[in-house]
């Protein structure tokens, strides 16, 4: 049975509001925390904030693809102080593995703050010389493209669909949820990892089945969605193949700004509050006494937070949704840190950055050639993202993922528009790159190839509004470090356990939550990571919540309940 809150509610705050802040919010709430989120921006949703503009068109910033729809069941079922971690029941097409194709694709309280529904194709991905392939994780579909395209790959696509299955089996549907606190927990699944020939590279593991280069782009550009290389990531990141295909991609009407402002909504039903413009500058870190802390060796305890202007706010336990390495670097005292060190968080791989370009064109009756999402690849794959995972330079050419939402909700444009963005992955700011140069610069060359190739004809004589964002965004408003994107690079030397944790190693009642830590970055991996620190905090604080069914046992020993 759920235990009841105690007499004195322990006071939780959280670092950012963002998917994982929201989530997690929700969670503190659900397990009888009072619960304030502490925003630096203007609203909600840190990467995933939604912009408005005063010419009608509304654009996510940042994330719009959503999968996996029962984690959003979940939190909306939650309620205050139910002692829950899971919600009491999963839509039927969840348990069956059945993928939601026409209608309104969320659950029955979903329905009651937002509307999901789902998008097809899931991508279209354009290659350079003007052929396409229309992934929607019908095996049939698939089969017949991959007839079309390279029938030779044919008998490689069942050799990837049998084992892709069976990464996703153990490493999403059993291990999903596992936290890597320890070595050994870490040391138990590398036998298995092995077995299944997931740690070698993603490209290398979808190049032993695929002779086509443009099948071999189909089946592993998707980690570049969450901040991955494919030549570095492990092969463990072909299950994003599976969670697509098992559950779909969906859309939230009216954006994912729309999603955010639901999540919110309800962490405010559960109780839970929101102030923004609250730039956190320090987390209150003293001994066990409520000293001062004078070096790492000792106890170490976070008290509470320091706002921009001086303000102090004391809490039971604190938890950063913000970027990881500017978490530790910034907000936690140096001398309270000794597994964070300085050197620590500065060695660690940060992902690439991107350029997004937001912009609003009129429709002039033509039927467009795109999708709702489009992969646009350039005439380079590995050589391009050599430069910039490596050498971390701008090359000739370029890949971009293009998405234009208004073809499935018009309602983000004025009437007789369009609202687009589209998204350049590019280096860090550990480049040097001068973006205030450059980014005009690679602007231009984006909307001219849109145009010249006859993606969106006569493109910049129809924009009637434009605005971009590069690398120094990440860095100055998202305060990301280097201006990463995504947090810690997914490279096999910073996953499971040597990615950063979400308990931290050095500071007592210090949490992180979000794409820096475990598991990584992407929408449904950021909803289990609130799962994980909310698990790890129950723990801590000696509450035993009620786990039903339907979910991933932490232990991996059973998918679903």
Known sequence: MPQPPPHKRKQALIIGSGFGGLSLGIRLQSLGFDTTILERLDGPGGRAYQKRTPDGYVFDMGPTVITVPHFIEELFALERDAGQLDQPDYPPHVLTGERVREGES?????????????????????????????????????????????????????????????????????????????????????????????????????????????????????????GGNPLSVPAIYAMIHFVEKTWGIHYALGGTGALVRALAQKFGELGGRIEYGAEVEEILVTDDRGRPVQHPLGTRVARGVRLRGGEERPADLVVSNGDWANTYLKRVPRQARLVNSDLRVKAARQSMSLLVIYFGFRDDGTALSLRHHNIILGPRYEELLREIFGQKVLGADFSQYLHVPTLTDPGLAPPGHHAAYTLVPVPHNGSGIDWEAEGPRLVERVLALLEERGHLPDLRARLTHLDYITPDYFEGTLDSYLGNAFGPEPVLAQSAYLRPHNRSEDVRNLYLVGAGVQPGAGTPSVMMSAKMTARLIAEDFGIHPEVRGGGVREDGREARG
Do not use: N
Request: hydrophobic share 40%; charged share 25%.
């Open 106 to 226: 969320g659950g029955p309280r979903t329905r009651d703050y937002v509307r999901l529904v789902p998008v097809l194709p899931f991508y279209r991905i354009v290659f350079d010389d003007g052929t396409f392939f229309d992934y929607d994780g019908d095996p049939d579909s698939t089969r017949r493209q991959i007839a079309e395209l390279a029938p030779e790959d044919l008998a490689g696509y069942e050799r990837f669909h049998a084992d892709a299955a069976a990464i996703f089996q153990r490493g999403f549907l059993e291990l999903g949820y596992t936290h890597f606190g320890d070595v050994g927990t870490m040391l138990r699944v590398v036998p298995d990892l092995l077995k299944l020939d997931a740690v070698r590279t993603l490209f290398s593991f979808t190049s032993r089945y695929f002779q086509s280069p443009k099948l071999r782009q189909v089946f592993s550009f998707e980690t570049l969605l969450i």
